[in-house]
């Protein structure tokens, strides 16, 4: 009757402690469930957090005709890589097909009054205008884009002289004017070319 009763609480005992036992071990589980949840939130964050402070390397200047009989349509898109811009300038210019118009970056990020608030051709380096990659020119001097029968044009530059990122304002291009110009850069006449009117004009800003 002795070795009954103990048998019985020694087996009571042993039901208590494996209770014990696999209570701390669930929580264990739950525990080490959850911190790696958190990790994978954690890594999930930091990497929006690194592509939300990314920096821009594109910009865009969408192109509107500046007098009332002469539509200009188009834009000039940028992108930076590797210390080097690229631009590439599409235009639609009906009324001047198959002819030349030039195209300059001016030094203000205005369009108003017909252009004129771009004021002159974006010159840092104050040297004489002339043509692109001649022994002097603006820095804005991008030159003449030749329209075919629809009035269509394009022209790409790429350069080390321009940045889209930075405080060099020998360098940036950021919130200058495009100016689309009536007639065609002579290269010679100071200090416009003798380029004519301002017929479109668009900002550069980040894109």
Not at 150 to 171: A, R, V, Y
Request: charged share 20%; aromatic share 4%; hydrophobic share 30%.
């Amino acid at each position: 009757m002795i070795n009954s009763k103990i048998s019985f609480k020694t087996l009571t005992i042993a039901v208590i402690a494996f209770s014990s036992f696999a209570f701390v071990a669930c929580g264990n589980n739950e525990t080490n469930t959850t911190t790696g949840s958190d990790t994978a939130t954690t890594s999930t964050t930091n990497e929006s957090a690194n592509e939300g402070t990314a920096g821009s390397t594109s910009a865009v200047a969408d192109l509107t005709g500046t007098q009332p009989d002469t539509t200009v349509t188009g834009n000039a898109r940028f992108n930076e890589e590797n210390g080097k811009v690229k631009m590439t300038l599409e235009i639609t210019v009906p009324k001047k097909a198959n002819q030349s118009v030039a195209v300059h970056l001016h030094e203000h990020g205005s369009c108003g009054d017909m252009g004129k608030e771009a004021h002159g051709h974006w010159n840092p380096t104050k040297v004489n205008h002339g043509k692109w990659g001649g022994n002097n020119f603006h820095r804005g001097d991008i030159g003449n884009v030749e329209l075919d029968k629809e009035g269509k044009g394009k022209i790409e530059i790429e350069t080390e002289l321009w940045t889209l990122t930075g405080t060099d304002s020998t360098k940036n291009i950021l919130n200058k004017a495009v100016i689309v110009h009536g007639g065609v850069d002579d290269y010679k006449t100071q200090p416009t070319g003798n380029a004519g009117s301002r017929i479109g004009c668009g900002v550069i800003r980040k894109g």
